[in-house]
């Protein structure tokens, strides 16, 4: 069975940029979760969708923003980049309400 | 607040020693619970989690955890470490009444010495 894969792994952008993060979840799984895991700041929990609607976002601007395709895939989009956005962006699958999530590689974003 | 602390930032045990990774969690009820591993620039692995029942559960790689409710903690042991086992290691949980959100540690790397 594939696990949760991401793409693309690393990329690079310019300050006030829009960068777009692809996340594709486990064959079978509803739900996908994004986190932030920022240098010094740790793991932040981003955004959840499940069945192609937003379920609960954390304490990010509103230029953090993300959809669900209906084969449950996700996209994440970071508006007006920052230097502080350069972090490792981790997607997450589960098969649905209170199930263990599963993460893929991440997407190491820099922000110059 | 719902948090999770792990007091050990950095740990170093020499290869075929014992290991105990220390978690404690401050939370209204009972949460789930889970350690995750995570080896440079690579994302997340669940080593085990814990939802309800026994209280002592096994998990891959040779790890076990303890979840003890009168200490709020759910420590991460493994008997005897390998080379392979250094990496970052990161408790979490998440509530019951599903948010979606984990809650995650700072993390404690672990060293091993050969």
Redesign the interface.
Same mark, same amino acid.
């Given at each position: 069975e594939a696990g949760?894969t991401?793409s693309p792994t690393h990329l690079i952008k310019t300050r006030g940029q829009q960068a777009t993060l692809r996340c594709s979840p486990i064959s079978g799984h509803t739900?996908v979760?994004w986190?932030q895991q920022a240098l010094g700041l740790?793991?932040q929990?981003l955004l959840?969708y499940?069945e192609g609607e937003e379920?609960?976002r954390?304490n990010f601007p509103p230029r953090f923003s993300g959809r669900q395709f209906p084969n449950y895939s996700s996209e994440l989009n970071v508006n007006a980049l920052e230097l502080e956005d350069s972090a490792l962006y981790?997607c997450?699958s589960s098969r649905g309400?209170?199930e263990?999530?599963?993460?893929?590689?991440?997407t190491?974003l820099l922000v110059l | 607040a719902q948090s999770v602390t792990q007091p050990d930032i950095h740990i170093t045990v020499s290869e075929g020693a014992s290991l105990e990774l220390r978690c404690n969690y401050s939370y209204g009820a009972t949460p789930?619970l $889970?350690w995750?591993v995570q080896s440079p620039?690579?994302?997340?692995?669940?080593l085990l989690?814990y939802f309800s029942g026994d209280t002592l559960v096994q998990g891959i790689k040779g790890f076990e955890a303890e979840f003890k409710r009168s200490q709020s903690s759910f420590n991460l042991r493994k008997p005897s470490v390998h080379w392979s086992d250094a990496a970052e290691y $990161?408790c979490?949980v998440?509530s019951?009444v599903?948010?979606?959100?984990?809650?995650?540690?700072?993390?404690t790397t672990l060293q091993v010495k050969p």
């Amino acid at each position: 069975e594939a696990g949760v894969t991401q793409s693309p792994t690393h990329l690079i952008k310019t300050r006030g940029q829009q960068a777009t993060l692809r996340c594709s979840p486990i064959s079978g799984h509803t739900s996908v979760y994004w986190y932030q895991q920022a240098l010094g700041l740790g793991l932040q929990f981003l955004l959840w969708y499940d069945e192609g609607e937003e379920r609960n976002r954390g304490n990010f601007p509103p230029r953090f923003s993300g959809r669900q395709f209906p084969n449950y895939s996700s996209e994440l989009n970071v508006n007006a980049l920052e230097l502080e956005d350069s972090a490792l962006y981790l997607c997450a699958s589960s098969r649905g309400l209170q199930e263990t999530q599963y993460f893929g590689p991440g997407t190491r974003l820099l922000v110059l | 607040a719902q948090s999770v602390t792990q007091p050990d930032i950095h740990i170093t045990v020499s290869e075929g020693a014992s290991l105990e990774l220390r978690c404690n969690y401050s939370y209204g009820a009972t949460p789930y619970l $889970f350690w995750y591993v995570q080896s440079p620039g690579q994302g997340l692995q669940l080593l085990l989690k814990y939802f309800s029942g026994d209280t002592l559960v096994q998990g891959i790689k040779g790890f076990e955890a303890e979840f003890k409710r009168s200490q709020s903690s759910f420590n991460l042991r493994k008997p005897s470490v390998h080379w392979s086992d250094a990496a970052e290691y $990161f408790c979490a949980v998440a509530s019951p009444v599903d948010t979606g959100k984990l809650i995650f540690g700072q993390g404690t790397t672990l060293q091993v010495k050969p």
